[in-house]
């Protein structure tokens, strides 16, 4: 069993950054595929970006491509997702998530293990 829970969300101005961390505990996920999702008011939770678990392989929304950036260090247990040159259009719930895949998953149901997820609020 696979516990997860972020932190570093806030209220930010645009054009400015944050960075979320996942930390996981309970066992570790070193083999699992991590991928982080969001969901805005009165909208479906979607992909943000995806990390293998190796970390050689990551998948971005196209949106955010260029300006997130999606990490892990697997001897801390810890997913990181660095988010620059924000806009208010990134204004979400942001969550973790982990499956034990071999490639990266861009599909909410594929997901089995969730975090509780982090408020981020970008104003403009």
């Known amino acids: 069993q696979v516990q997860l829970v972020e932190s570093g969300g806030g209220l930010v101005q645009a054009g400015g950054s944050l960075r979320l961390s996942c930390a996981a505990s309970?066992?570790?996920?070193?083999?699992?595929?991590l991928g982080w999702f969001r969901q805005a008011p009165g909208k479906e939770r979607e992909f943000v970006a995806g990390?293998?678990?190796?970390?050689?392989?990551?998948a971005y929304k196209e949106s955010v491509r260029g300006r997130f950036t999606i990490s892990r260090d697997n001897a801390k247990n810890t997913l990181y997702l660095q988010m620059n040159s924000l806009i208010p259009e990134d204004t979400a719930v942001y969550y973790c998530?982990?499956?034990?895949?071999?490639?990266?998953?861009?599909?909410?149901?594929?997901?089995?293990?969730w975090g509780p997820g982090t408020q981020v609020t970008v104003s403009s």
């Open positions: 309970g066992s570790t996920v070193s083999s699992y595929v």
């Open positions: 998530a982990a499956v034990s895949s071999r490639r990266v998953l861009a599909s909410s149901g594929a997901y089995d293990y």
């Open positions: 990390i293998s678990w190796s970390g050689d392989g990551t």
